[in-house]
C-alpha cells in the first residue's frame, strides 16, 4: 500500500465549504466581540497606573513652577515666605482643585468596579476612553492657572476643564450603563436593579456629569462670574460627595411616601365606587 502526503488538509479539497465556515467564525466573532470577557484585575491594575500618573504630573507641574525664588523673596517681600507664596496662590487653588477632581474620579472608579462582578471588552473600551480625559486633567490645572484672571483666555481655559471633567465622569457612567444591560453576569446583586446600592451608585455616578456640565452652560451665560463657578463647583463636589448617601436616601423615603399616599387615594377612590350602586354611578 502506498501512501501520498500532500500538502492539502481536508477542508481544501472543498473550497466553498471552507468559505463558509470561515465566514460563520468571522461573523460570530464580530457579533459576540464586544461581550467578550476581560480580566477585571488587568483593567483595575491599569487604571490605577494612569490615575497615579496623572497625580505625579500635577505634583511635579506644582513644584516646578510655584516655588518662590530665594532672592525675590528677600528683597521683594522682606524675607516673608507667605506673603511670596500668597502671589501663587491662584495655581495652588487650581493645583488642590484638579487633584480633588482626580481623588474623586478614582473613589468613583473604584467604588463602580468594587461591585463590577466580571468585566467585559466594551466596559475595557469605556474604560480606556475615561482614563484617556482623566489623562487631561493636567492640561486643565494648566490652563486655569496661567491666564490673566478675567480674560477671555481664562473664561475658555475653564470651559475647556469642565469639557475634560465630564467626558471623564460620563465614560464611567457609560461603563455603569453597560453592566446593567446584564446585570446578572457582570454586577453583583447589590448594585441591580432593586438593591439597596443601586440608588447610591446611580447618584454617584451622575454626581460630575451633571455637576460639570451645569458648570459649563453657566460660565457660557455669566461670564464674568466664570471663575467663581468653577472654583465653587471644586469646592461643592467633595462635600456633595460626603453627604450623598444622606440625600439618596431621603430622596427615596420622599419618594415612597409620595407614591404610598397616591395608591392610598386610589384605594380610597375604588372603595367609594364600589360601595356607590349602578344608578349612583351612572349620575
Given at each position: 500500500?502506498?501512501?501520498?502526503?500532500?500538502?492539502?488538509?481536508?477542508?481544501?479539497?472543498?473550497?466553498?465549504?471552507?468559505?463558509?465556515?470561515?465566514?460563520?467564525?468571522?461573523?460570530?466573532?464580530?457579533?459576540?466581540?464586544?461581550?467578550?470577557?476581560?480580566?477585571?484585575?488587568?483593567?483595575?491594575?491599569?487604571?490605577?497606573?494612569?490615575?497615579?500618573?496623572?497625580?505625579?504630573?500635577?505634583?511635579?507641574?506644582?513644584?516646578?513652577?510655584?516655588?518662590?525664588?530665594?532672592?525675590?523673596?528677600?528683597?521683594?517681600f522682606h524675607g516673608s515666605l507667605l506673603e511670596a507664596l500668597s502671589e501663587y496662590g491662584p495655581n495652588y487653588l487650581a493645583y488642590f482643585g484638579?487633584?480633588?477632581?482626580?481623588?474623586?474620579?478614582?473613589?468613583?472608579?473604584?467604588?463602580?468596579?468594587?461591585?463590577?462582578?466580571?468585566?467585559?471588552?466594551?466596559?475595557?473600551?469605556?474604560?480606556?476612553?475615561?482614563?484617556?480625559?482623566?489623562?487631561?486633567?493636567?492640561?486643565?490645572?494648566?490652563?486655569?492657572?496661567?491666564?490673566?484672571?478675567?480674560?477671555?483666555?481664562?473664561?475658555?481655559?475653564?470651559?475647556?476643564?469642565?469639557?475634560?471633567?465630564?467626558?471623564?465622569?460620563?465614560?464611567?457612567?457609560?461603563?455603569?450603563?453597560?453592566?446593567?444591560?446584564?446585570?446578572?453576569e457582570t454586577l453583583h446583586a447589590f448594585a441591580r436593579y432593586g438593591g439597596k446600592e443601586h440608588a447610591f451608585m446611580f447618584a454617584k455616578l451622575?454626581?460630575?456629569?451633571?455637576?460639570?456640565?451645569?458648570?459649563?452652560?453657566?460660565?457660557?451665560?455669566?461670564?464674568?462670574?466664570?471663575?467663581?463657578i468653577f472654583h465653587l463647583m471644586q469646592i461643592v463636589i467633595p462635600f456633595a460627595f460626603l453627604a450623598l448617601r444622606i440625600f439618596v436616601r431621603?430622596?427615596?423615603?420622599?419618594?415612597?411616601?409620595?407614591?404610598?399616599?397616591?395608591?392610598?387615594?386610589?384605594?380610597?377612590?375604588?372603595?367609594?365606587?364600589?360601595?356607590?350602586?349602578?344608578?349612583?354611578?351612572?349620575?
Open positions: 500500500m502506498i501512501i501520498t502526503f500532500l500538502p492539502y488538509t481536508p477542508l481544501d479539497l472543498f473550497p466553498g465549504q471552507r468559505g463558509e465556515e470561515e465566514e460563520h467564525h468571522s461573523l460570530e466573532t464580530f457579533t459576540f466581540y464586544l461581550s467578550e470577557p476581560l480580566s477585571k484585575e488587568r483593567v483595575e491594575a491599569f487604571s490605577d497606573g494612569v490615575y497615579a500618573i496623572v497625580a505625579t504630573l500635577l505634583i511635579l507641574d506644582i513644584c516646578e513652577d510655584n516655588v518662590p525664588d530665594p532672592r525675590e523673596v528677600e528683597e521683594k484638579s487633584f480633588v477632581t482626580i481623588g474623586l474620579l478614582w473613589f468613583v472608579h473604584h467604588s463602580l468596579f468594587l461591585y463590577v462582578t466580571k468585566a467585559t471588552r466594551l466596559m475595557g473600551l469605556l474604560n480606556i476612553l475615561s482614563l484617556a480625559f482623566i489623562g487631561g486633567l493636567p492640561l486643565a490645572y494648566q490652563l486655569t492657572s496661567e491666564f490673566a484672571e478675567k480674560s477671555h483666555n481664562e473664561i475658555e481655559a475653564i470651559q475647556v476643564s469642565c469639557v475634560i471633567t465630564f467626558f471623564a465622569s460620563i465614560f464611567q457612567f457609560a461603563i455603569w450603563t453597560t453592566a446593567l444591560l446584564n446585570e446578572e451622575a454626581l460630575y456629569p451633571c455637576v460639570s456640565l451645569g458648570a459649563f452652560f453657566l460660565t457660557c451665560l455669566l461670564s464674568e462670574f466664570s471663575t467663581a431621603i430622596s427615596l423615603t420622599a419618594i415612597k411616601s409620595v407614591m404610598s399616599l397616591s395608591r392610598r387615594k386610589i384605594v380610597l377612590l375604588e372603595e367609594e365606587e364600589a360601595c356607590l350602586s349602578p344608578n349612583e354611578t351612572l349620575s
